[in-house]
């Protein structure tokens, strides 16, 4: 398969030898990765590492007006920044896409700072995200996910679609509700799975929904959520 893995956010914590351990060499994989005004030297150590096709560093600005909206967080603009490197790394890809016209047969998009220890690759279904268990806070996973490119794009445009989704009160501001409404908005199905992986830093690691110090743990069938609910 041709792969893109889309990488955003901080790059202070970012894992420097099994950062891509868990995907298949067999793969062809094409890096991309969007962070906002990271020191020089450490996006060029990633650089060095993992030879990303594209990088943006370019330091985030934007201009939200927050007040009258429901906060489910505290620290609103790193949700912001969080969702505009998504859109951001998104574009980079697109970007590729048109000077090469390169097909990409699986997207992923994670955390800089995940340390996958576990992953299948699958060839994704159409209008279908996949999102790992666990850590969903009442909305949804928003770590990591994968899909087509098509699903993707509907994926990272939380940042386009969240006025609307705060405007019509269906959701709050909250990373992983305005997530999981994002994905109802769009109408994608989602199929839940499970993926062995940690922040890097920490000790725990999360398998199917929950913390344990087991890093070898059968994967369960994927479970199809749909759109709907």
Known sequence: MRVAVLFYGRILHFDKKLLLKSLDCRHNIDIFYS??????????????????????????EYSVDCSGYTKGIE??????????NLKRVFELLTKHISKTGIIYDLVIVTRLDLQIISLELILPEQNTVYIPYGEDYCGLNDRFAMGTIDTIRHYTSIFDNCKYLLDNNLAILQPEILTRENIKYCKIDIKRFSIIYQLYGRENMWCNGEYTEDSITKNPPLETLHSNL
């Open 35 to 60: 962070c906002d005004g990271e020191p020089a030297e450490l996006v060029d150590d990633f650089k060095d590492l993992y030879e990303p096709v594209e990088v943006n560093n370019e330091k985030i």
């Open 75 to 84: 620290n609103i603009d790193n949700m912001f920044r969080h969702f505009i």
